[in-house]
C-alpha cells in the first residue's frame, strides 16, 4: 500500500510541475488586458523603461511576410508572462523570450485594426465578420462565440458590420462596437453597441446608432456608465446595466479615438484635432469642460499624467506621397487647457502614446511611415528609441504597450514584432543584439554603411571594428571575416 501511494504522490508531482512549466500564467497579474491597458484607457506605467540612448532590441517575432497584405495582425495583451496577439487565423502566445509557447487556431480570420481583450481567463477575440470568440487562455478552447451583426438598410439591403474598436470590460460585461461602412464611399453609416455577458456570451443589450457607428473607437467604463465617442461626432453615457442614452455630447468632428478616464475627468480627440476635456455626473449628464486645438487632425487617443495630455497627430494636409506630410506630438496643459508643447514628428503619429513616469515623464509612440520605428518624448524632444532595419522598416499605426520588466513591444507593417528594452552591455560587431556574431551583423553593418539603412544612436560602439570613428565597408569586411572565422591574412 506504501509503495502505490508513492508512486500515486510522485504522478500527482509530476504532472504538477508539468502544468507550471507549460500552461501559460492566465488571470493572475494581467498587465496589459485591454488595447490602452484598463477599463479607464489611460496608457500610464511607473516602471522604467529604456531611454533613447541605451535602448535595444531585446527579440523580434515574424508575424507575417511583409508584402501579406490579406493577414491581419491584433494589437498585442500582455498576461503574466506571455504576449497574446492574433495573426490572421490563429492566436499567438509568446513568452518573454519571444518563443511562440502556443498557437490556438480561431474560428475565422480576424478583421483590420482588430483589439483584443482579456476578461478573466478568457481571450476575446472579434473576428472579421463582426462576431466575438472567447478562448481560455489556458488550453485554447473555444468557451462561446457570438453571431456576425448584420443589419438592414431602410431598402431592406444588408449592411455587414466590423469591429475596428477597442472592447471593455467591467468585470461582469463586455462592451462591443461595431461599425458599418458604405460599400461606395468606405464611409462608416452605422454600428451598434453590444452588452455581452462575459461569461457566457449572452446578449444583454444593444444600442443601433444609425448615425455613423464606431471606428477606431472605445469606451470608458466607470460607475456603472458607459462613456463612449463615436463617429457621429457625439459623446454618449449608457446606462450599464440597461443600455439607457442617459446624455450626449456634440463635439467639433467625427471621433476615432477611444474615451480615457483619468484625474476626474474624462478625455478625448476628434478628428480635426481638437482635444476634449469632459464630466460625467452621478445621474449621467455630461457636460464639457474644457477643449484645445493642437492637430491638423488626429486618430490618437491621448494618455493622462500629472496635469498633462500627451497625444499626437497630422500636422498638416498632404496629398504627396512622395513627401508625406509631418506629424504632431503634443503636450496639453490641464488646468489651463493650452497647447504647452507642439513638437514635429517624423510622420502622422496616427498611434495612441504610452506614458512613463518613473524618474521624470516621458511618452513613447509610433509614427506612419518609414523606417516604423519607436520614439519617445523625454520633456524636451522627440527622439528615435528603436529603428528597425532592412525589410523590418514599414508603416505603422500600431500603439506600444510595456511589460513591468522594462520591455516595449510593438509591430509594424513589415509584419514583424519588435520587443525594446534597456540595452545590456553587447560584443562590439553584434549589430542585431541576438547574443552572436553573425554574417547576419556583417551584411546590416554593410547596409549602414553605403546608407541604404539608417543608422542607430549605438552603432559606433557596436559596428567601428578599426575603431578609426567611422562605419564604412571596411568595418563590415572585418567583421564578415570575424563571422567566418577568419582572423587575418589575404583579402576577402
Known sequence: MKKISKSLLSV?????????CVVPAAGAGDDWGSFRGSADNNAVVDFSLPLPAEAMLAYRFSLKDADDWATNISEPLLSGSSLVIAVGDELLVLDRQGKAAYRYALASAIGYNCRLALA?????????????QAIRFADGETVWQTEPVVTMDENGAAQYHSIQSAIAFDGESLYIPTVCFDVATYAPVRGELLCVNAQNGEMRWQYDNTDGGYNWNGAAVRDGKV????????????DAKTGSLLSSLSLSAPVSAVVTYAEGAYYTVASDGVFYQFTVDGD???????SVAFAYSSTSSPAISGGKAYVGGLWEASLDWSNPAKGVFAVIDLASMTLEKKLEAPAEVKASPLVCTENGTRAYFTCNNYPGALYCYDGKAVDEVYVPTGSDQNYCIASPIASDDGAVY??????????????EPAAPGDIDADGEITTSDARLLLRMAVHLDKMPQQILSLGDINKDGAITTAD?????????????GGVL
Do not use: H
Not at 462613456?227 to 449608457?238: K, R, T
Not at 449621467?284 to 474644457?290: F, H, K, L, S, V
Open 410 to 423: 510593438y509591430w509594424n507593417d513589415s509584419g514583424a514584432l519588435f520587443a525594446v528594452k534597456k540595452s
Open 227 to 238: 462613456i463612449l465617442a463615436g463617429q457621429d461626432g457625439n459623446v454618449s453615457v449608457f
Open 476 to 488: 563590415a569586411r572585418l567583421l564578415l571575416r570575424q563571422a567566418i572565422g577568419l582572423d587575418g
Open 12 to 20: 500527482f508531482l509530476c504532472l504538477l510541475f508539468v502544468m507550471l
Open 120 to 132: 478573466g481567463e478568457l481571450v476575446i477575440v472579434p473576428l472579421a465578420d463582426a462576431s466575438v
Open 284 to 290: 449621467g449628464r455630461i457636460a464639457q469642460t474644457g
